[in-house]
């Protein structure tokens, strides 16, 4: 039996899901714009077609809020089809990178000073895309949980039924203990690094949606 998030997360890491190769939060070029970006992308979306949308935008030099807010929605909706909903996607982009500029000025600005009402206003961003722009792009203390997530909690046995339970039982079980999981790192960064153990054990043990938990219930801290 999991107990709680910290014996979770520390089985996981036990196992060897916390990459020391990847980005030091997980998310591929954290603390940039490209994270909003792809944040919205994924939604509804395999990161693999998520990466091919996000170099289409790279080549054309639109990984930036003043340049996508500009940037013609028939071309933009284009090069983002490969993510899926390019329409909508698009158009949520646009609004977005308009609303960065006109009320926060840059991009900087908006990662030191956005709240997570002010994104979850924005059309097309709910809980889970908002707080993984602050954590992931803004560096602050927001824990991202997915279906993933839900998904892994479920075969465990816990009933959770809505995004703010599942984290919350994320949340609690971590609460002043987080230097017992990552030490050294600051609490937003430790989040990160859980929620992409939580990712990465997921997509290796799943079996169409279910999720294959022996490996974790097998293993030793």
Known sequence: MI???????????????????????????????????????TQNANWERVEISLENLRNEGLLSPEHLAEYPAASLEGLIRPSGFHTAKGRNLRELSRRVIEEFGSFETFRETVERDWLLARRGIGPETADAILNYACYREAFVVDSYTARLLETLGYELSNYDEVQAWMLEGLAGREEELFPGLPSAQVYARAHGMVVE?????????????????????
């Open 3 to 41: 107990s709680d998030s910290l014996d979770l997360l520390s089985r996981l890491k036990s196992l060897g899901y916390d990459n020391p190769s990847r980005d030091p939060w997980w998310w591929p070029e954290s603390g940039t714009f490209t994270v909003v970006v792809g944040a919205i992308l």
């Open 201 to 221: 054990y997921c997509k290796v043990n799943r079996k169409g949606r279910a999720i294959v938990v022996e490996p974790l219930l097998n293993s030793q801290e």
